[in-house]
């Protein structure tokens, strides 16, 4: 096993669509290096939500031995965890790893987490503005759509989820189209990308059989204590797939078959915006080394460790 430094990469990013095996992977490939794990997971930042993010504990355990992993378990259901939090609890636990002459290894599949580590987004710290937001409670979600569409092309969707969304949306846009301050600057990192690719019917399968699972596993209950602990159904729609429909099945607003085809649906739908995120970046010139997902794990490990 090689040093960190004696690698002249400063990080190994690990990414891929859901279901495509990026934690197993990830944390096989941290036990052939000695390193730890930096999480790129939107929603498995937030304790308790378990099941529903997929926190799989147990693929972090490889030969008795469990991988360090950071920015998982660090906030409350109900926090309004953003990118730039992230970049700031990032940089925080990627120097403690570095100072401990660790290698770190980037590991998720939420894009926009992942990218503004990779292009080294400058981001700006963006304060409540209660004028802006009590004026824009007073409109429709189809009004507020409309203001929504007049500062950038709406291709994330999840901005429309709920109007609160929708507002901290507009309230965001607004400020950094009129801040004169510069944005924070993030250090520019020399990153091994790579990402797991599988079929689309691979997928769909994975996705399935994974959603049976965590469903006969006891995701239900876990929304249901959600909500018995005082986290509001408005904020669980909110965080999206699992939490959303379930949330809504909870309310009676689906029943249990509507729900379950809707969220598979829902999942699949998510996984090819994934794939559609990492060709934009390859597109914008950044260069992902596409990892064969369906050969045997071993194999991928080796693919990897060539590339450092």
């Keep these: ?3 960190d430094k004696d690698y002249c990469y400063d990080i190994l990013a690990i990414t891929g669509p859901t279901a495509s095996g990026k934690t197993l992977l990830a944390a096989t490939v941290a036990s052939k290096l000695g390193g730890e794990i930096i999480s790129a997971d939107s929603r498995q930042v937030y304790r308790r939500m378990n099941i529903g993010t997929g926190k799989d504990y147990s693929d972090y355990v490889v030969d008795g031995r469990k991988i360090p ?4 378990d660090i906030v409350d259901p109900g926090v309004r965890y953003n990118v730039f939090e992230y ?14 002459n660790v290698f770190p290894i980037l590991c998720g599949g939420s894009g926009m987490y992942i990218d503004s580590i990779i292009t080294g987004y400058r981001m700006y710290e963006v304060p409540p503005d209660n ?12 009004e507020l759509t409309a203001i929504l569409s007049t500062y950038k092309k709406l ?7 709920t109007k609160k969304r929708i507002i901290r949306a507009i309230e ?3 400020f950094q189209s009129s801040v004169k301050k510069k944005p924070s600057l993030f250090p520019a990192l020399n990153i091994l990308i790579t990402a797991i690719d599988i079929s689309r019917d691979a997928r769909r399968i994975r996705i399935s059989n994974r959603l049976t ?3 006969a596993g006891g995701m239900i209950d876990e929304v249901k204590r959600l909500l018995t602990e005082g986290v509001t159904s408005e904020t669980l729609i909110y965080y999206g797939l699992e939490y959303k429909y379930i949330t809504l099945y909870l309310m009676g607003k689906l029943n249990y078959e509507e729900m379950k085809e809707s969220l598979e649906t829902a999942i699949h739908q998510y996984a090819k915006r994934q ?18 997902g369906q050969v045997p794990l071993e194999r991928q490990v080796e693919n990897i460790m060539s590339l450092l």
Excluded at 275 to 292: A, P, Q, S, Y
Aim: hydrophobic letters at 40%; one cysteine or more.
């Design 87 to 100: 970049q700031k609890d990032f940089i925080k636990a990627y120097n403690n790893i570095k100072r401990r």
């Design 213 to 215: 699972e965590r469903l």
């Design 131 to 142: 004028n802006l937001r009590a004026a824009l409670e007073k409109k429709t979600m189809v």
């Design 275 to 292: 794939m559609t995120w990492f060709r934009g970046m390859e597109r914008r010139g950044v260069v992902i080394h596409w990892i064969d």
């Design 172 to 174: 965001i846009e607004h």
């Design 1 to 3: 096993m090689k040093d």
């Design 155 to 161: 291709h994330n969707k999840t901005d429309l989820d």
């Design 69 to 72: 992993c950071h920015l998982i």
